[in-house]
């Protein structure tokens, strides 16, 4: 027993020695190779070892490569918007060629690509290629969308300069600005760009991007494109258009507005020899072929007196395409629009805004605003994006988004009153309310005590608003004041939304009285719910659309749903009553109408950045924003200031000669409902219908004609063949408010 012990312990220990001698070996074996691999390393590095000069350079090229490798990285991070911004719908949408027509059938502009397929680019005249690509991409069939030489030419006379005198974008980059971006001054848009610049020279022939840059870019006078430039100004087709009148439509490319022909002659005329010169410089013409157009300048026709909607016909363009992109529309892309569009209100509109900035916009530090005036039911009647649309597309009025203030309380009320907490004549007491850390003030830091609601509105106080947002979360059982204020706020925000804003709202403390963020449209929709007694109805601009062959293939009223009761009437009415002190009691007086009842309400934001006024009538809704678009600070401008003598200054004239139809809840001057706006003036336009046949038919009329004829085409569906479609003291709000 023992021996066959000792003889398990002994083959035990050979086996460890064995394992032990095997990975001492194999360990040696490992850093002899290893030690011999790095001979061999070190040998080949010491024949490739530099020194002195080559040394330097081969240390910056290893520098280079690790630099090149991060900023190859940071690259790709800044690429990927811009990928999800390019995409092939972006050109598809360019197939369509829409024309839009005013509410009387009268023509109203067009938008899209001009389908004239017997005009491809090579048949446009040479001087006008040469023209353009002389003055805004003379290397563009060189570079691969981005002109490094171009660029650093740019950069190099800007830096002389102290400023910027020469553009250092290709034309690649400008067609991306177009059809993805904005003209917003930023380096995250150049960023942008020049990725998207990539994009299009990897998805089409440079021919291509050329042509469909003559076709996209904004020529002024509400003309996108060189063919409906040509025809605007000149009254010809592009391919019959001589070289003195190729380099005016040429020099339009680089300010639109300032160059325009129609409203600037000389400017016009200098800046086409301009152009002739830069064709000498490329070497694309001689000083003696450009001479000729030199002594002799093109002349336009006279368009002064016309004038474009262009921020509504942009906003309906995208209407239709969305109506387009929801299959409702078959698959033609040739349409004639019919809108609610009012010309005679969208010129009082536009005129109004610019007399008024211009008037008063200095004293008050303000540069910028916007307006919509719709119908109670969704028709978009004039649409002013921003002051001037030559210098920025950009719509203000539809895209973008500014804090409401006080004009946001209406939504809040609303809610309070849906939950069945308030009327009009509870009494409410103006105290010190706190959420957390947080405590709204009035202006002058100072309560009002106890009021009925209808004051409280009218007043425009601010603590009622987050005595409400507290209510509301109460009636579910909640006692704890913060966790019943976030209750509150997620129904008020839910109401909001179901009234017709369509902007995210961020649920803050302070958002009760004017902290989100909303558009001027969705204000007007949102109001026009109680204008409508509590009826959404969406914003629209197609009452009717025509294909190319003149068949009606989509009408409002047979094709979209019925608006939606998101308000019970009676809160519609309870809301329409206390608003409509606003203008005769409150913080709008200079919004009251002569001979109309209205209703609506101021805002004003912290540190006076925007300023608003949204009223209604039973006829007409609008709203109205004032501000600037780096959100500087105006001086002490509110809502009851210049908004509500815009707001004033449209309506007065936009219900001259209409039926007065009552707000819901509010009572009317005349019991019988009959009685009529006054007129300022007999020969005013607001009071006759332009268009073809038109003559001088009394708005009023005209639009009883143009119900009755609804009613027809609710029975059998209207054809046209081939041709257009014809129809014969203040308060402030926001995230530190002071309002009183």
């Not at 690509?113 to 690509?133: I, Q």
């Not at 991306?176 to 001054?185: M, Q, T």
């Not at 016009?268 to 450009?290: H, I, P, Y």
């Amino acid at each position: 027993m023992e021996f066959r012990k000792a003889g398990w312990r002994t083959r035990l220990k050979r086996f460890a020695l064995a394992a032990d001698s095997w990975l001492d070996a194999s360990l040696w074996g490992a850093g002899r190779r290893a030690g011999e691999i790095h001979e061999r390393i070190r040998s080949v590095a010491d024949r490739l070892t530099v020194s002195g000069g080559k040394r330097v350079a081969a240390e910056f090229a290893s520098e280079g490569l690790n630099i090149g490798i991060v900023g190859a990285i940071i690259l790709l991070m800044l690429a990927l918007p811009s990928f999800r911004i390019g995409n092939d719908e972006a050109l598809k949408n360019q197939v369509f060629a829409v024309t839009f027509l005013d509410r009387y059938g009268a023509p109203l502009g067009h938008r899209g690509a001009r389908h004239d397929d017997s005009l491809k680019l090579e048949e446009m005249p040479d001087h006008l290629l040469k023209a353009v690509l002389a003055t805004e991409d003379r290397r563009f069939y060189d570079h691969f969308g981005i002109d490094l030489i171009g660029t650093s030419r740019a950069l190099l006379v800007n830096t002389r300069a102290s400023g910027v005198v020469q553009g250092g974008s290709s034309l690649t980059q400008q067609l991306a600005k177009n059809l993805f971006l904005n003209n917003e001054r930023s380096l995250d848009r150049k960023i942008k760009e020049a990725f998207l610049a990539l994009w299009l020279e990897t998805r089409l022939s440079k021919n291509e991007i050329l042509k469909l840059y003559l076709d996209r870019a904004y020529m002024g006078g509400g003309t996108f494109g060189a063919a409906a430039a040509a025809e605007y100004y000149f009254g010809k087709s592009v391919r019959d258009v001589s070289l003195a009148e190729a380099a005016m439509l040429a020099g339009l490319f680089k300010a639109p507005t300032k160059y325009a022909p129609h409203v600037n002659l000389p400017a016009a005329r200098a800046r086409a020899n301009d152009v002739l010169n830069a064709m000498v410089d490329a070497g694309f013409m001689t000083a003696g072929q450009v001479d000729s157009a030199k002594r002799n300048p093109a002349t336009p026709i006279d368009r002064k007196r016309d004038s474009s909607p262009d921020y509504y016909l942009d906003w309906a363009f995208d209407a239709v395409k969305e109506l387009a992109s929801e299959g409702k529309l078959g698959a033609d892309r040739v349409l004639t629009v019919k809108t609610p569009h009012d010309s005679a209100i969208q010129e009082r509109a536009d005129e109004a805004v610019e007399s008024i900035l211009r008037q008063h916009g200095p004293g008050y530090r303000v540069k910028q605003a916007a307006t919509v005036v719709m119908d109670p039911d969704g028709a978009v009647r004039a649409i002013v994006g921003g002051r001037d649309y030559g210098a920025s597309q950009f719509n203000r009025a539809t895209a973008g988004q500014r804090q409401p203030g006080s004009s946001f309380k209406p939504f809040v009320y609303a809610a309070a009153l849906s939950a069945g907490l308030y009327k009009p004549n509870t009494i409410v007491t103006d105290r010190p309310v706190c959420i957390g850390n947080w405590c709204p003030n009035n202006y002058g830091r100072s309560y009002a005590g106890s009021m009925p609601l209808t004051v409280a509105l009218a007043k425009s106080i601010n603590t009622i608003p987050v005595q409400m947002s507290i209510a509301i979360g109460r009636a579910t059982g909640e006692t704890h004041e913060a966790r019943a204020a976030t209750i509150g706020r997620k129904k008020i925000i839910e109401t909001a939304h179901a009234m017709g804003l369509t902007t995210p709202l961020t649920d803050t403390v302070s958002l009760p009285i004017g902290a989100g963020e909303v558009t001027v449209i969705d204000m007007a929709a949102g109001y026009s719910v109680l204008a409508n007694g509590g009826r959404r109805a969406k914003p629209y601009a197609a009452i009717e659309i025509a294909n190319s062959q003149g068949d009606v293939i989509y009408r409002h009223d047979r094709d979209e749903p019925e608006p939606k009761q998101v308000l019970s009437p009676l809160v519609a009415q309870d809301m329409n009553f206390m608003l409509s002190k606003v203008p005769t009691e409150g913080t709008a007086r200079r919004a009251a109408l002569d001979g109309v009842i209205t209703a609506g309400k101021t805002g004003t934001t912290n540190g006076y950045k925007d300023a608003w006024y949204v009223g209604y009538s039973g006829n007409l809704v609008g709203a109205v924003w004032f501000g600037n678009d780096n959100s500087a600070e105006t001086a002490n401008m509110t809502g009851g200031s210049l908004p509500a003598m815009t707001w004033k200054e449209i309506m007065q004239f936009a219900h001259q000669g209409l039926e007065l139809k009552p707000i819901p809840g509010v009572p009317a001057i005349d019991p019988k409902g009959a009685a009529v706006a006054k007129a300022g003036s007999a020969a005013t336009p607001a009071s006759t219908v332009s268009g073809p046949g038109a003559g001088h038919m009394p708005r009023q009329s005209f639009e009883v004609l143009s119900a009755v004829g609804s009613m027809f085409k609710a029975v059998e569906p209207r054809r046209v063949a081939n041709r257009p479609i014809q129809v014969g003291s203040r308060e402030i709000s926001g995230n530190e408010p002071r309002v009183r």
